[in-house]
């Protein structure tokens, strides 16, 4: 039967009105890529790849694994959390129920955010910053701001409001790489605390750092209080695909992050729940010195990018560098693109992190060889002096993997 005299069918103008997620729609690309038997240095993924062997299943009840778990997650993952964070990081996280466990990250910043909001709050982003924290808030009715990545901790007094709810910051950085220092966590949590609004620290790259550097919120924010810390297993444990991620808050805020989950996710899988539990600290010995040696290929190319005159901000922590493209007239998407279809480079737009940020192309060192990484540096300098992108040529490629160019939010 024809549907042609049917009204067309509604989509919500709220998710119409946000983009996709573009490091996603890169990775997209580069798997188009690769299928044609085409070889790609990957700069563009989020994350390390580690040598973890597997343990032995049999030491779980699997079939226990088959069913659901509680929607705090496991207390038995939950406790190795706690134990991590307070022997590592010197928090002082009182128990469990400070804890909750779900299907990574991303779900729980939403979450977090929307336990907090009302409509038309504000929430406040330092740049640059994870790309889905901006989508995640105008899902809730909330209303990001901006930071620009200049501005020093000191000056973001000047942007808070009466409608400021939140601070974001992602610590260690990505993608910059950079570290806030205990006396700037002091400095905001004390701002934030006395004008009643929370401080979010994302803290996924807590492991990808030097020895003595880092410093968590858990461990500056007394009991919790207007604190939250969100984390993953999917950096630190090279574990991405597990999509195991866990948020620390004081109980109140637990308890309405609590109701969401249930609604959304339910619970983290179990088996993987349990094998976590059981491995935990044996995972941690085999990844933790591999995270360690991340950091120290990440030294090596800086000297090698110095070597080269290729700039970049200054960071000494996660796996990526946030390079500056300042001499290149073209869009910076439409270098990624060009670096990608001419050259079989995947980069990420800088503008991808921040309105601030629109000069800086996001590559990561967790995936490639170090030779490949530099012969991939040496292009992407020159190209970048070359200050040219053929956009014909990248509108061929982007019809032949059946993509249409990348289209920004509508909503601001």
């Keep these: 039967m024809s549907t042609n005299k049917f009204p067309e069918m509604q989509i919500s103008k709220k998710v119409e009105g946000i983009p996709e997620a573009l490091s996603i729609y890169v990775n997209q690309l580069v798997y188009a890529e690769k299928r044609k038997g085409i070889d790609v240095t990957t700069l563009s993924l989020g994350e390390a790849f580690f040598d973890i062997p597997m343990f032995d299943f049999k030491e779980l009840n699997f079939e226990k694994g088959y069913h659901y778990s509680e929607s705090y997650g496991i207390p038995e993952l939950r406790e190795k959390i706690v134990k991590y964070y307070n022997s590592m990081y010197g928090a002082n996280i009182n128990g469990i129920d400070e804890v909750l466990i779900s299907c990574g990250s991303k779900p729980i910043i939403y979450m977090v955010i929307q336990a907090i909001l009302n409509e038309g709050d504000e929430v406040l982003i330092h740049e640059p910053s994870w790309l889905s924290y901006q989508e995640q808030i105008k899902l809730a009715n909330g209303v990001p701001k901006f930071i620009p990545y200049d501005c020093t901790v000191k000056d973001f007094n000047h942007y808070y409001t009466n409608k400021t709810k939140i601070l974001i910051l992602n610590n260690p950085n990505n993608p910059a790489g950079w570290i806030y220092s205990k006396e700037e966590l002091e400095l905001l949590y004390g701002e934030c605390r006395k004008k009643g609004i929370y401080i979010l620290v994302d803290e996924a790259y807590s492991d990808f750092i030097d020895d003595g550097l880092f410093t968590s919120l858990a461990a500056v924010a007394p009991d919790l209080d207007g604190a939250v810390v969100v984390n993953s297993l999917s950096k630190n444990m090279g574990i991405s695909g597990w999509r195991i991620g ?79 493209i300042d001499e290149f007239e073209d869009s910076v998407l439409d270098l990624s693109m060009y670096l990608l279809f001419r050259y079989g480079i995947s980069t990420v737009p800088g503008d991808a992190y921040g309105k601030s940020t629109g000069k800086f192309i996001r590559i990561g060192i967790g995936v490639e060889s170090e030779e490949r990484l530099k012969n991939a540096l040496d292009i992407i300098k020159a190209v970048i002096e070359s200050k040219y992108v053929d956009q014909a040529f990248i509108d061929k490629k982007l019809k032949e993997n059946g993509f249409q160019r990348f289209k920004r939010g509508e909503l601001t």
Excluded: W
């Design 246 to 324: 866990y948020v620390i808050a004081e109980k109140r805020l637990i308890h309405n992050i609590l109701k969401l989950n249930q609604h959304l996710i339910t619970c983290a899988p179990t088996i993987l729940q349990m094998y976590l539990a059981r491995y935990f600290d044996d995972i941690i010995k085999i990844t933790l010195p591999q995270a360690k040696e991340v950091i120290k290929k990440r030294k090596r190319i800086k000297t090698y990018m110095d070597s080269i005159k290729l700039s970049y901000l200054p960071g000494d922590s996660t796996f990526y560098f946030f390079v500056s």
